[in-house]
């Protein structure tokens, strides 16, 4: 039975992990980890993940495979834990699957005994993920206190030193970042609500992760271009780790529609005005936000946008020249009618 775990254990570790949500059987999909950079998903890639997600969550949608493959799993491995067979990986398992579910106070309700088991404590990877789980279900159900406990154990419990086998450097240093992201955006967040006398208010601009202003050089908002100073603070994998937290904070969770947002603003920032538009105004229509920051760099961008093509020169002419002789055709033919029509009625 332990070989069996530590077999499992390896498995899990020989495949990239996401931020925030941890499952040793599951490889979650996100930008990969290389010797130079971390390298984000492809823009449509990402879109297919993210409405993947709200159709788990969507317990309304007819032929929903992916929540009937989720409802599977927990059910499967809710039986081994209900008859005492299950492993503290198997209960990992099912949290990473209830967050998926949006069945928060479920996966915080599992993963609090096993945290606390004094008789059978957590070391190492598999308390890493417990604490990364909890606190990510807190955090989403908006209890900011907790999930800064949880997620500041997780980040102690990661490996030290050299990675585990069949790990990289570069997979253990990319969880260090985005676990501190994670933590970051916690941060700003809360600090916003104290800002606000423990309110909540509606967004007025995106997730400050990087202290960059999206501006041009010139200081204003400008479609497809970011002043140098700015673009010097942005780190190099600024669009990995917004796509990574996305990934990791479902479409109906408060942080969703800003971060995906600050995406928008880092797409324009590289000179892709089309995609930069399109994610401000799914922003504003699907993700309802109505800040008017978003709403002059949405209409930037859209007057940035390339224009339709007009006909070539030569197929007007062709367009042109073939109209008129159909014209001709039918003027002809109109008097050749009329003539007939004479000549029967003439005595």
Same mark, same amino acid.
């Given at each position: 039975?332990?070989?069996?775990?530590?077999?499992?254990?390896?498995?899990?570790?020989?495949?990239?992990?996401?931020?925030?949500?941890?499952?040793?059987?599951?490889?979650?999909?996100?930008?990969?980890?290389?010797?130079?950079?971390?390298?984000?998903?492809?823009?449509?890639?990402?879109?297919?993940?993210?409405?993947?997600?709200?159709?788990?969550?969507?317990?309304?949608?007819?032929?929903?495979?992916?929540?009937?493959?989720?409802?599977?799993?927990?059910?499967?491995?809710?039986?081994?834990?209900?008859?005492?067979?299950?492993?503290?990986?198997?209960?990992?398992?099912?949290? #990473?699957?209830?967050? *998926?579910? @949006?069945?928060?106070? +479920? !996966?915080?309700?599992? %993963?609090?005994?096993?945290?606390?088991?004094? =008789?059978?404590?957590?070391?190492?990877?598999?308390?890493?993920?417990?604490?990364?789980?909890?606190?990510?279900?807190?955090?989403?159900?908006?209890?900011?206190?907790?999930?800064?406990?949880?997620?500041?154990?997780?980040?102690?419990?990661?490996?030290?030193?050299?990675?585990?086998?069949?790990?990289?450097?570069?997979?253990?240093?990319?969880?260090?970042?985005?676990?501190?992201?994670?933590?970051?955006?916690?941060?700003?967040?809360?600090?916003?609500? #104290?800002?606000?006398? *423990?309110? @909540?208010?509606?967004? +007025? !601009?995106?997730?400050? %992760?990087?202290?960059?202003?999206?501006?041009? =050089?010139?200081?204003?908002?400008?479609?497809?271009?970011?002043?140098?100073?700015?673009?010097?603070?942005?780190?190099?994998?600024?669009?990995?780790?917004?796509?990574?937290?996305?990934?990791?904070?479902?479409?109906?969770?408060?942080?969703?529609?800003?971060?995906?947002?600050?995406?928008?603003?880092?797409?324009?920032?590289?000179?892709?005005?089309?995609?930069?538009?399109?994610?401000?105004?799914?922003?504003?229509?699907?993700?309802?936000?109505?800040? #008017?920051?978003?709403?002059?760099?949405?209409?930037?961008?859209?007057?940035?946008?390339?224009?339709?093509?007009?006909?070539?020169?030569?197929?007007?002419?062709?367009?042109?020249?073939?109209?008129?002789?159909?014209?001709?055709?039918?003027?002809?033919?109109?008097?050749?009618?009329?003539?007939?029509?004479?000549?029967?009625?003439?005595?």
């Amino acid at each position: 039975m332990r070989c069996a775990a530590l077999f499992v254990l390896l498995l899990a570790w020989t495949a990239p992990l996401s931020a925030g949500v941890y499952s040793f059987t599951d490889k979650a999909l996100g930008p990969t980890p290389g010797p130079e950079s971390v390298q984000p998903l492809p823009l449509s890639t990402l879109k297919v993940a993210l409405s993947d997600q709200v159709d788990v969550r969507n317990p309304n949608k007819s032929d929903n495979a992916l929540r009937d493959q989720a409802l599977q799993r927990k059910a499967a491995l809710g039986a081994k834990i209900k008859a005492g067979t299950g492993t503290a990986e198997d209960k990992i398992d099912l949290s #990473a699957v209830l967050i *998926g579910l @949006a069945e928060y106070q +479920e !996966a915080i309700q599992l %993963l609090e005994p096993l945290i606390r088991d004094r =008789e059978r404590p957590l070391r190492g990877v598999p308390a890493f993920m417990a604490h990364a789980n909890l606190g990510t279900a807190y955090q989403i159900v908006g209890e900011s206190d907790r999930a800064r406990t949880y997620l500041s154990l997780a980040r102690d419990y990661l490996p030290k030193g050299e990675p585990p086998a069949g790990w990289t450097k570069e997979q253990l240093a990319w969880i260090r970042e985005v676990e501190k992201q994670q933590l970051k955006l916690l941060g700003t967040r809360a600090k916003e609500l #104290a800002d606000n006398n *423990g309110k @909540a208010r509606p967004a +007025e !601009a995106v997730d400050d %992760l990087f202290g960059v202003r999206f501006v041009g =050089e010139i200081g204003n908002y400008e479609a497809g271009t970011l002043a140098a100073a700015e673009r010097a603070k942005l780190p190099g994998n600024a669009m990995a780790i917004t796509q990574q937290l996305l990934l990791w904070l479902p479409a109906d969770s408060q942080y969703d529609a800003r971060l995906f947002w600050l995406l928008g603003e880092l797409l324009n920032a590289q000179g892709d005005v089309v995609a930069a538009h399109d994610v401000l105004d799914r922003c504003s229509w699907d993700r309802a936000l109505n800040a #008017a920051q978003l709403r002059e760099h949405r209409q930037i961008l859209q007057d940035a946008l390339p224009k339709p093509a007009s006909w070539l020169p030569e197929t007007r002419k062709l367009v042109i020249v073939g109209a008129s002789v159909v014209l001709a055709v039918l003027f002809l033919g109109y008097f050749q009618v009329r003539e007939i029509v004479r000549r029967r009625q003439a005595p």
